[in-house]
């Protein structure tokens, strides 16, 4: 008997509990302010116990954690995915509209949860960090791409940190004009003054 399948089911049912807790903490977190919900009150709001939070969650901070790895994920699978001949900068911002066009979409909550992350130190810090980790796993994806060592060949990981950067500040001016444009809008205004520092094809010696 294979166990592969049980095993899938039981990963899947452990997914669906943790999304759900993950909504209902971001939707509080939103609503309230980070400092302002309790982890009673998330577990409440679904019917669950604080023991079945603590399977899936350490604390509030993780549950930010845990969406943001989730978006990470998938901008790095969308920049894995793209076409080799394509030019870094189309292929990273093609990779980054798998948040921008959520943003544009349904602006609410994100844009909610983009306030909460960036205006509470804690939570900014641990944006931080999953980018820094979102930027090595970018940059070994370029680099693969551009069939260069990235551990001799610095261009991947600027390429990445800079378009990360470029994301981060039109995501700040979008949440500071409280979604009065367009997330889409700003991060194309970023690549277009960042591109020419995208380019990978030139050899820098």
Same mark, same amino acid.
């Given at each position: 008997m294979n166990p592969a399948p049980?095993?899938? &089911?039981? #990963? %899947?049912?452990?997914?669906?509990?943790?999304? #759900? *807790?993950?909504?209902?903490?971001?939707?509080l977190l939103a609503d309230q302010g980070f400092e302002e919900t309790t982890v009673d009150q998330i577990v409440a709001a679904v019917g669950m116990s %604080?023991?079945?939070?603590? %399977?899936?969650?350490?604390?509030? #901070?993780?549950?930010?954690?845990?969406? *943001?790895a989730g978006a990470g994920a998938q901008m790095c699978a969308e920049l894995r995915? %793209?076409?080799?001949? #394509?030019?870094?900068a189309l292929a990273l911002r093609h990779a980054l509209s798998v948040f921008t066009s959520l943003c544009d979409a349904d602006p609410d909550k994100p844009l909610h949860?983009?306030?909460? &992350?960036l205006n509470t130190p804690a939570l900014l810090a641990r944006f931080l960090e999953r980018q820094s980790q979102c930027q090595a796993e970018m940059a070994g994806i370029l680099a693969r791409r551009a069939g260069v060592n990235p551990d001799a060949d610095l261009r991947p990981? *600027?390429?990445a940190g800079v378009a990360l950067t470029a994301f981060q500040t039109a995501l700040r001016r979008w949440v500071d004009s409280d979604g009065a444009k367009g997330m889409d809008? *700003?991060?194309d205004q970023a690549f277009a003054m960042i591109t020419p520092a995208l380019d990978l094809s030139t050899d820098p010696n």
């Open positions: 049980t095993a899938n &089911i039981a #990963e %899947r049912k452990r997914q669906l509990v943790r999304n #759900e *807790l993950a909504e209902a903490a971001v939707t %604080r023991r079945t939070f603590s %399977r899936y969650f350490q604390s509030k #901070e993780d549950v930010v954690v845990h969406m *943001l995915a %793209r076409p080799d001949d #394509e030019p870094p949860v983009s306030r909460l &992350i990981a *600027l390429a809008e *700003l991060v």
